[in-house]
């Protein structure tokens, strides 16, 4: 029979591995939740009995995944950004330019 504190143990690597494969697949809400289930495990449980390497090293990989995400992010809104105002700047020359003749008379 497994005590509570290896159930608590089991329970933590299951919510740290999940959070890991919710963040490989981009559902940070999910990773969210894991670590919120996480963290109230981790506050009842004897740090002592815990692999605390492991998920550190994990903990790790994740925070690495999750910066990278950032940056990504971040450079994908600056070039929304720039896109929008080259759009915004060509209503502006399209919508001062003259307007052409109506209509055009060939006369051969």
């Given at each position: ?19 890991r ?9 999910e ?50 950004q ?7 700047d060509?209503?502006?020359r399209?919508?001062v ?10 006369e051969?």
């Amino acid at each position: 029979m497994r005590s509570p504190v290896s159930g608590s143990h089991a329970e933590i690597m299951r919510l740290t591995k999940a959070a890991r494969e919710a963040a490989e697949q981009g559902r940070w809400d999910e990773v969210t939740q894991c670590y919120s289930e996480r963290g109230m495990l981790l506050a009842s449980t004897p740090a002592s009995t815990l692999p605390t390497d492991e998920l550190l090293s994990m903990d790790d990989e994740l925070r690495d995944r999750i910066h990278t995400a950032q940056v990504l992010l971040d450079t994908l809104l600056t070039e929304a950004q720039t896109a929008k105002r080259q759009v915004q700047d060509l209503r502006q020359r399209l919508a001062v330019l003259p307007s052409g003749p109506k209509a055009v008379s060939v006369e051969a």
